[in-house]
Antibody, heavy 122, light 110 residues
Framework: EVQLLESGGGLVQPGGSLRVSCAAS????????VNWVRQAPGKGLEWVSA????????YYADSVKGRFTISRDNSKNTLYLQMNTLRADDTAVYYC???????????????WGQGTTVIVSS | QSALTQPASVSGSPGQSITISCTGT?????????VSWYQHHPGKAPKLMIF???SRPSGVSDRFSGSKSGNTASLTISGLQAEDEADYYC??????????FGGGTKLTVL
């Protein structure tokens, strides 16, 4: 079964850092681009970042550029999001989502995890 | 990048058809045939319903269809069923190599 499973969410103080992970199974992880998408409480979906299958190309929303870093370890079938200088408005459920086809195709997402919750609060 | 514009809510009775619009600009919806639609039941993972404006993934009912005209994309659900009640989001690839989502539309089946 094709699956994505996020972990690593939690409570962090403003200005702090956190790394969330996404473990993939059931497909050839390195053959697909992967995204992070978040949903703040009571708000809609917001695309955060994407990475190509090889990890050589990365893309970020303006709201997180310079603070968040997306990476992947294809030997471990795992995607990461390192979040630094966290702010209250980063509070959200963070989903990882697979690009539908190919190493560089990330704009439509056919497999989603259940999400991990990040709360930024003092 | 501003969010795409969707109506906050739509409603319909079982068996009826509804259409949800998604308006962007020439830098996103109007510039690419990379519009997708997602169904999201609260507390669950979002589900891809339409990609590339009008294509359906395997397993998605043909009651769901998509289209685009200029800077506005649309999702039509025909033969409404109770299980269709959910939040729906459009998304588009952009000229900045990013992805932008719509604000979401809550569908109520009366």
């Amino acid at each position: 079964e094709v699956q994505l499973l996020e972990s690593g969410g939690g409570l962090v103080q403003p200005g702090g850092s956190l790394r969330v992970s996404c473990a993939a199974s059931g497909f050839t992880f390195s053959s697909y681009a992967v995204n992070w998408v978040r949903q703040a409480p009571g708000k809609g979906l917001e695309w955060v970042s994407a990475i190509s299958g090889s990890g050589g190309s990365t893309y970020y929303a303006d709201s997180v550029k310079g603070r968040f870093t997306i990476s992947r370890d294809n030997s471990k079938n795992t995607l990461y999001l390192q979040m630094n200088t966290l702010r209250a408005d980063d509070t959200a459920v963070y989903y990882c989502a697979r690009g539908r086809s190919g190493q560089y195709h990330y704009s439509d997402m056919d497999v989603w995890g259940q999400g991990t919750t990040v709360i930024v609060s003092s | 990048q501003s969010a795409l514009t969707q109506p906050a809510s739509v409603s319909g009775s079982p068996g009826q058809s509804i259409t949800i619009s998604c308006t962007g600009t020439s830098s996103d919806v109007g510039g690419y045939n990379s519009v997708s639609w997602y169904q999201h039941h609260p507390g669950k993972a979002p589900k891809l319903m339409i990609f590339d404006v009008s294509s359906r993934p395997s397993g998605v009912s043909d009651r769901f269809s998509g289209s685009k005209s200029g800077n506005t994309a649309s999702l039509t659900i025909s033969g409404l069923q109770a299980e269709d009640e959910a939040d729906y989001y459009c998304s588009s690839y952009t000229t900045s190599s990013t992805v932008v989502f719509g604000g979401g539309t809550k569908l109520t089946v009366l």
